[in-house]
């Protein structure tokens, strides 16, 4: 396995190496004066009226993969804002941002809305271009309504993939060693990815440091749910309604990374669907290099019929993932459940039960311990 076939950075992992481009030609300016202003069109309500007043921009103008990703993620933007950025929801995204949309979405393979793969990965820049990426050295590009809350929901979320590609390669060398090496290598390996786990958990927490709970649950994510009932209409595109899931963290490959390494397996319902389903939602190489983890990795088997040393190296790793999901859980409930006023349980914006979902997922990590 080669990580670069992937598209899998030695340094960013799931992140691009290279950073996103933050302008588009000359020819697409309209639509860069759009994103630009962003923020202000939607408090003040205009945004919907500039939109339709877009020109008709040939998306087969864009030349590179940049260009068709900062494309992308700015009409990902449009549609979102078209839809929820007014007093009562718009289900028909009209032709001027459908049609460009909706053909990157095919040249790129992921649907056309919001999410994960393009507002967390692909939405930033350096502030200092001379450093290293981190998130003490990066801003957003595009926002919906703006400030620091939003900025750093983003911005956290990307300190996540940083955190946790150090992992990628361990479970490279871990895949190998699951099938030719030895109990000790394997072991040796296993106690990297337990330690690994530690900085991504620490670099969940930070989210608190700057996104305010209930600021985000009122002016963020409303922008990142899915399309309600009966769905949306893309003019120009489509004649029949589309329902997509909205933007959510289970869009990340990072953590199913984990999952598939570790031989964790989600069979119910409702989170093992899901995570099955987000998948459509990841950049086609980085679904590619899960699918692959998820055939190859022989870990699990290896260590169950492995050394007592093995077998307690693989539980740890279970034991530092079912950490970082509990404290997922306790994130969602600080920042979706409370803020909802729902006494129990709140709906995430993929659409599913935030606490049936991540106690699944959590059932299934601890489940696995050997």
């Known amino acids: 396995m080669s990580l670069a076939r992937y598209a899998i950075d030695p340094v960013t992992g799931f992140i691009p190496g290279n ?9 697409f300016d309209a639509w860069e004066a759009i994103a630009t202003d962003l923020s202000a069109l939607i408090r003040s309500r205009r945004l919907r009226p500039a939109l339709e007043q877009l020109p008709h921009l040939d998306a087969a103008r864009l030349a590179s993969d940049a260009e068709h990703e900062r494309a992308f993620l700015v009409l990902c933007h449009f549609a979102n804002a078209w839809v929820w950025g007014g007093d009562e929801p718009h289900l028909r995204i009209p032709a001027t941002v459908a049609v460009p949309l909706c053909a990157l979405s095919e040249i790129l393979g992921r649907p056309p809305i919001a999410h994960y793969a393009s507002m967390t990965l692909r939405n930033w820049r350096r502030l200092d271009p001379s450093a290293p990426l981190s998130v003490d050295n990066a801003h957003t590009q595009i926002a919906f309504l703006g400030g620091v809350d939003e900025d750093w929901f983003f911005i956290a979320s990307m300190g996540v993939e940083l ?13 190998e060693a699951a099938v030719s090496g030895t109990d000790d290598e394997l072991t040796s390996l296993l106690g990297r990815f337990a330690a690994g786990l530690e900085p991504v958990i620490v670099a969940l927490d930070r989210i608190r440091e700057w996104c305010d709970p209930d600021i985000y649950y009122k002016r963020a994510r409303p922008f990142l749910a899915g399309w309600p009932a009966p769905g949306v209409v893309y003019e120009g595109v489509w004649d029949e309604p589309r329902r997509y899931i909205g933007g959510s963290a289970a869009q990340s490959s990072l953590l199913q990374s984990f999952d598939a390494f570790l031989g964790v397996a989600h069979p119910e319902a409702p989170a093992g669907a899901y995570l099955k389903a987000v998948r459509a939602y990841m950049p086609v190489p980085h679904r590619a290099f899960l699918d692959e983890v998820e055939r190859t990795s022989r870990v699990r088997q290896r260590a169950a019929s492995g050394t007592p040393a093995l077998r307690e190296a693989y539980n740890a790793c279970l034991d530092h993932l079912d950490t970082f999901r509990e404290r997922h ?18 709906t995430g914006t993929g659409g599913t039960s935030l606490t049936a979902f991540l106690r699944g997922a959590q059932h299934s990590t601890t489940s696995s311990r050997l």
């Open 19 to 27: 950073p996103p481009l933050v302008r588009l030609p000359a020819y």
């Open 163 to 175: 955190a946790g590609a150090p992992m990628l390669p361990i479970i490279e060398s871990g895949l």
């Open 329 to 346: 859980m306790k994130l969602a409930y600080d920042y979706i459940i409370r803020p909802s006023g729902a006494p129990k349980d709140a």
